[in-house]
């Protein structure tokens, strides 16, 4: 194996773990409460999360429209954003 190969491999290794341990250490359980935060939307609109402290649930949805898996799931989402707004 050459040498940057061996140096990449690590590379992603050292990713993956960091990844891996980040999101153990700010993971938060079903029903509890998290701090305010804003979010931007697809028209450069922005969103805060106590704009909706009146709603029993909100749902985030981030996609690559690159992507066929979001692609092919868009008809679904719509669907539901008809069922339940």
């Known amino acids: 194996m050459s040498y940057f190969?061996?140096?990449?491999?690590k590379k992603i290794a050292?990713?993956?773990?960091?990844?891996?341990?980040?999101?153990?250490?700010?993971?938060?359980e079903p029903g509890d409460k998290v701090e305010n935060f804003r979010l931007l939307d697809q028209k450069g609109g922005s969103h805060e999360?106590?704009?909706?402290?009146?709603?029993?649930?909100?749902?985030f949805l981030v996609q690559g429209?690159?992507?066929?898996?979001?692609?092919?799931a868009a008809?679904?989402?719509?669907?539901?954003r008809d069922i339940y707004s």
């Open 14 to 28: 050292a990713l993956f773990f960091v990844s891996l341990f980040s999101l153990s250490i700010s993971a938060i």
């Open 5 to 9: 190969y061996r140096l990449q491999k």
């Open 75 to 80: 008809p679904r989402f719509q669907e539901l």
């Open 49 to 59: 999360l106590f704009y909706y402290d009146d709603k029993k649930a909100l749902v």
């Open 65 to 72: 429209n690159g992507c066929p898996f979001a692609r092919n």
